[in-house]
């Protein structure tokens, strides 16, 4: 049996947190004066918010003190459907954005990291909104449920069911013995990374606000920013620098930067996972690079060349999704090894979406392994990463995953024709939203939003978003009659 009365007291304190960030927002209305636009709907959006937290605390009174595994793949993805419903109240509430589709299309593309949005003019809304816009990338960076990670044992259960079920990758290694302990170190080196870059933008001539809203997007890979140009509306190097490295950064797993940041810098360099993931971004940094300098006809120098070929492979490998110029303009041959990018994704336990690197690793040793067993068909081949082999079972997982990733792929862009969206857009969508990426192909490109694609899809998408975000089987298998058996 589901234990629903537990878990409708963490959602309580789930969304206790969601009324605290938006109260945060509502600080900025004051600082900007944005009164009537937006800290009347934020306030109100705030008390539904709270009243619904009361009623789910109310449910939860006396709750058995028990957590299966089950109840973490409700949990987790109840968590992201009612967080975005209710997230979405101060665009809907203010008028910012008005019907329901659009409202909560731009916000669980904001917590799903996703980047994916249908405001044709970012720059009319208020800044305080803007600033909640930012901050739903922020929080859903490494995942709503790793801010009741301190508050679980107040429950006397543990949250390692919880971790499992949201966090990325097929191999969860442990780098300190408790993960409680884990989720705050990783907690520390988020913000940490999220101060440093705020800094690093002050620097090169952004203001205070928008330094933070973008911080908050790059450290989360969600890539929301204040402006309609994105990264482009700067015409900086530096920023563009700048944001490049931070979402190279980001993209590597939170566990093994806490290696780097706990001084062990030889195991750190060492990662299998990691190696493969930065001889991606060079090796496809280089192929664009010589693209947008030898056979391009706009004729760009090769510092703009690197500089445009680095920092898109870094905002798509990475899922961001920034853009500082439309890429779709390029030589076919450059968007196309982008939206090889895109699949691809950056490393498991990071804020990326894609297939992740570590799968990449696996199969890419697993087929080198079926070349040998042709010539010695009685040898033992063990697939190693980190020097340690990996179980039949991780083997399993990844080679299902990916199976099942391109059959969604299939599905949803077939499903997205049948709806009326032609094959590279219907594509580009459906890549994008399941890779929390952000930008698609053709007329849903960098340069342009997604408002014009009909409610349906919208919808659609939404739902591949929250697949991706929670790595597809955490939201499936809610979908299958065994979950809801009793046995």
């Known amino acids: 049996m589901i234990n629903t009365k537990m878990l409708s007291k963490i959602m309580s304190f789930l969304l206790g947190f969601t009324a605290l960030f938006m ?38 009174r006396n709750a058995k003190v028990t957590f299966s595994r089950r109840d973490s793949f409700l949990m987790v993805t109840s968590a992201w459907v009612v967080v975005s419903a209710l997230g979405m109240l101060p665009f809907l509430l203010s008028g ?13 593309s904001g917590f799903t990291t996703t980047g994916a949005t249908i405001l044709d003019d970012i720059e009319s809304l208020p800044k305080s909104l803007l600033f909640w816009r930012s901050l739903t990338q922020w929080i859903g960076g490494l995942g709503i449920v790793f801010f009741t990670i301190a508050v679980l044992p107040l429950f006397g259960i543990g949250s390692l069911h919880l971790i499992a079920a949201e966090t ?101 360099f060492k990662d299998t996972e990691l190696r493969w993931y930065i001889g991606s971004m060079i090796l496809f940094t280089t192929l664009i690079t010589y693209i947008l300098y030898a056979r391009n006809t706009i004729n760009f120098g090769i510092e703009e060349s690197f500089r445009l070929a680095f920092f898109q492979v870094a905002s798509l490998h990475t899922s961001t999704g920034y853009a500082t110029a439309d890429y779709v303009l390029w030589p076919t041959v450059a968007w196309a090894l982008l939206t090889l990018v895109m699949m691809m994704g950056a490393c498991a336990g990071s804020t990326t979406g894609g ?44 080679l299902s995953f990916t199976f099942v990733y391109i059959v969604l792929v299939i599905f949803g862009s077939l499903l997205m024709m049948f709806l009326g969206v032609g094959f590279t857009e219907s594509l580009g969508c459906i890549i994008s939203s399941i890779g929390n ?6 007329a849903f490109g960098p340069a342009v939003t997604w408002n014009a694609l009909p409610d349906s899809c919208k919808w659609l998408l939404s739902f591949y978003m929250l697949l991706g975000r929670l790595e597809l089987f955490t939201v499936l298998v809610l979908f299958t009659p065994n979950f809801w058996s009793h046995n």
Not at 48 to 58: E, H, N, P, Q
Not at 96 to 102: A, G
Not at 357 to 378: A, C, G, Y
Request: with cysteine.
């Open 23 to 60: 109260l945060l927002a509502g600080g900025v209305a004051l600082v900007y004066q944005e009164i009537d636009t937006a800290l009347y709907p934020l306030l109100k959006s705030i008390g539904i918010t709270l009243i619904v937290a009361l009623i789910s605390a109310y449910y939860g």
């Open 96 to 108: 910012s954005i008005p019907d329901i589709t659009n409202a909560y299309f731009e916000t669980i």
């Open 168 to 268: 990325s990758g097929p191999v969860k290694g442990k780098v300190l013995p408790r993960m409680g302990v884990a989720a705050k170190w990783i907690w520390s080196i988020y913000l940490s990374l999220t101060i440093l870059e705020v800094i690093f933008l002050l620097f090169g001539g952004m203001n205070l606000f928008e330094s933070v809203c973008h911080a908050f997007t790059t450290i989360s890979t969600g890539g929301y920013s204040p402006r309609q140009n994105s990264i482009a509306a700067y015409h900086s190097p530096y920023i563009e620098y700048v944001i490049a490295i931070f979402m190279t950064l980001s993209g590597i797993n939170f566990s093994i930067l806490l290696l780097a940041f706990s001084g062990k810098i030889k195991k750190f």
């Open 355 to 398: 297939i992740k690197s570590i799968r990449l690793v696996v199969m890419s040793r697993m087929s080198l392994n079926e070349f040998k067993t042709l010539i010695h068909p009685h040898a033992v081949l063990p697939v190693r990463i980190n020097d340690h082999p990996i179980s039949s079972d991780v083997k399993n997982r990844v």
């Open 437 to 442: 990426m952000g930008p698609g192909l053709g």
